[in-house]
Every structure is written in C-alpha cells, then in structure tokens.
C-alpha cells in the first residue's frame, strides 16, 4: 500500500481504533495526541505506531508536528482530523474560556492541522481528509452550544474544502458519531446514559470506536475516489440526516 495516513488524537478512544485499522490495512500510520502521556506510550508499546505530541490547537505547533511526522513516514496521504474536546455547560453559564478552548481544539483544529498538508496533496493529485464531527452538530445539544457550533462548523469546512479537492482527486468527508463508548462518554453519569441517553438509541447500545473505524476505513480507500464532501452518520439511528 505505501500510504502515510496520520490521525489526530489516534493515541485513545475513537482516534485509537482508527489508528489500529488503518495500520491493519497497511498504511504507515502516525498518531497525534495532546497530553495524556501514559496513554501515548501504552499505545505506542501496544501498536508500535510511532506517537507525536503537539495542540492541534496551535498551528505553529501543527506546522511543527507535521514536518516531524513526514520526516519520519513521509508525505501524508490520509489526515484524519479527530482530536476533539468537550467544554460542556448551559449556554447561560458557559464562559468564554469554554467557548475559545473548544472552537480552538475542535473548528480551528481542522485548519490548523489541513493547511500544512494540503499543498502536498494537490501536487501530489491525492489525498483523503476525513473530519471526525458529531451527532450534536446536526440535531443540536442542550449544555454543548460551543461543541456543536465547532462540530457544526466541521461540516461546512468539509463541504468548501471538498468542492476545492476535488479536481485533484482529494475527498474530503466528515463523520458524525452517535454516542460512542470512550473517556469522554464515560465521563457522563451512568444515570443519565441508562435513563436519557440509550433509549433515544434504536439499536439499543452505544457505539463502538470500531464501528467508526470501519467508516474511516472506507472514506480512505480508492473504493471510496467518487464520495466526498458528504457525511456519513454512525449512531445507531439515533438521529436520521
Ligand atoms: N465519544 C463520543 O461519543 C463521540 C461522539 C461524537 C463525536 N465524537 C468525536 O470523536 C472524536 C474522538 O472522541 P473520543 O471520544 O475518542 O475522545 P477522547 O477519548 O477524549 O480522546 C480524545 C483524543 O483527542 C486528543 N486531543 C484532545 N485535544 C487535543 C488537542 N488540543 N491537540 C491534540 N490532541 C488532542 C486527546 O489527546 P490526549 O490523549 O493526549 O488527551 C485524545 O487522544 C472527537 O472529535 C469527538 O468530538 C465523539
């Protein structure tokens, strides 16, 4: 296969899921990852994809991580725009700092972390960008007015960038995972998962990271060449867009 594929927040949760299908399709993989340390070296023990810390927040930062990375595998194919935070509380009592950290991590990640890459996939006429979005960019979350604005914002990036890709044979897609089992949906009361969250869940369980790396899997493949500016929703028919 050959390709370089990188995926931002690839060290746990969902990102690690994807990082390890990928590999599994034989991309050379790198994963990115912010801080948590001892999550990045298990996975890297783990998997032994190589690991790079740096804020996709930061874009100097991004410029810096990703000269590292393609030093070390070479020009990125696949960019899998993942690392995502949550900031939550009712708009009323929502500071600005919740506001800035969130769309800094989640909207102006995906520029920060496509711009350097993006050159090198129109002179090299391919490229695959998938956007990790989210159920609460469609339907609208009580308690995530900044999540599901960046997430929201997420689409929209994907759909301008796509119309741009498109004559050099980049696509560029979104997913919007439903509720899916990782750190940050285990941080929600187990009360509230059991008594609001799962019976708004027609399948009945929360996703899993798999069943979203199986959706990247395919946004990255040549199968894949005539999709792109679309997104493909994985959340157990939670909510139908
Ligand atoms: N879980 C869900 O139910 C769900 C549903 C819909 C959408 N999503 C989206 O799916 C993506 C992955 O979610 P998850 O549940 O797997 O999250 P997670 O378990 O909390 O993991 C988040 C990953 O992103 C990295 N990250 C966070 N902020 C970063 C930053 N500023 N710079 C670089 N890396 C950063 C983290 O790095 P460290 O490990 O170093 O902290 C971690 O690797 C997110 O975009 C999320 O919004 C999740």
């Known amino acids: 296969m050959g390709r370089v594929a990188l995926v931002s927040g690839g060290t746990r949760g969902i990102g690690e899921a994807i990082s390890i299908a990928l590999q599994a399709a034989g991309y050379a993989v790198a ?36 000269a590292r990375v393609e030093e070390q595998l070479g020009p990125i194919d696949i960019l899998v725009n993942n690392a995502g935070i949550t900031r939550d509380g009712m708009f009323h009592k929502m500071t600005l700092a919740q506001w800035n950290e969130v769309i800094g991590t989640n909207l102006n990640g995906l520029f920060n972390m496509t711009h350097p890459v993006w050159p090198g996939m129109r002179d090299r006429g391919f490229g695959r960008v998938i956007n990790i979005s989210s159920i609460n960019a469609q339907k609208g979350q009580a308690g995530q007015v900044n999540y599901s604005a960046s997430k929201a914002g997420d689409l929209g990036f994907t759909k301008a960038l796509a119309l741009e890709g498109a004559s050099r044979n980049i696509t560029v897609n979104a997913i919007c995972p439903g509720y899916t089992a990782t750190d940050m949906v285990r941080a929600i009361p187990q009360a509230v998962l059991d008594e609001k969250i799962l ?43």
């Open 199 to 241: 019976p708004q869940i027609p399948v009945k369980r929360l996703g899993l990271p798999e069943d979203i790396a199986r959706c990247v899997l395919f946004l990255a493949s040549d199968d894949a060449g005539f999709i792109t500016g679309s997104t493909l929703s994985a959340n157990g028919g939670q909510h139908m867009e």
């Open 31 to 66: 994963a990115s990852y912010h801080g948590n340390e001892e999550k990045a070296a298990e996975f890297h023990r783990a998997t032994g994809i190589p690991v790079f810390k740096w804020d996709v927040s930061d874009y100097e930062a991004c410029v810096a991580g990703i």
